[in-house]
């Protein structure tokens, strides 16, 4: 099982970017994004089930889109009018199971390699 994740770059604040994350070896129920800055703990970003309902941390609502692909086992994260503090290392999670924490990083068996998000003021 491997999660890959892609689609990280560097952006002037404002633009936009849409980080991709293909999963190969087996189905999910759920995905997340994760991200973690320099020198702070990784964080919650969104979450999507199978049957599509999201969930975002407050810092990224009307900003940021989660979506799926269940036929091609894809996650997205759109991610609009970005901000210097939206700077770190975006991780992909993914979970087989339909319950657990979606919040929590321990709630996920699966990550991806992480992919970089640099916003320059």
């Known amino acids: 099982v491997q999660l890959q994740a892609s689609g990280g770059g560097l952006v002037q604040a404002g633009g936009s970017l849409r980080l991709s994350c293909a999963a190969s070896?087996?189905?999910?129920?759920?995905y997340a994004w994760f991200r973690q800055a320099p020198g702070k703990e990784r964080e919650f970003v969104a979450f999507i089930n199978r049957s599509g309902s999201t969930l975002y941390t407050d810092s990224v609502k009307g900003r940021f889109t989660i979506s799926r692909d269940n036929g091609e086992e894809r996650v997205y994260l759109q991610m609009n009018s970005l901000k210097p503090e939206d700077t770190a290392i975006y991780y992909c999670?993914?979970?087989?199971?339909?319950?657990?924490?979606?919040?929590?990083?321990?709630?996920?068996?699966?990550w991806g390699q992480g992919t970089l998000v640099t916003v320059s003021s």
């Open positions: 999670a993914a979970e087989y199971r339909a319950t657990g924490s979606y919040y929590y990083p321990s709630g996920y068996g699966y």
């Open positions: 070896g087996r189905a999910f129920s759920r």
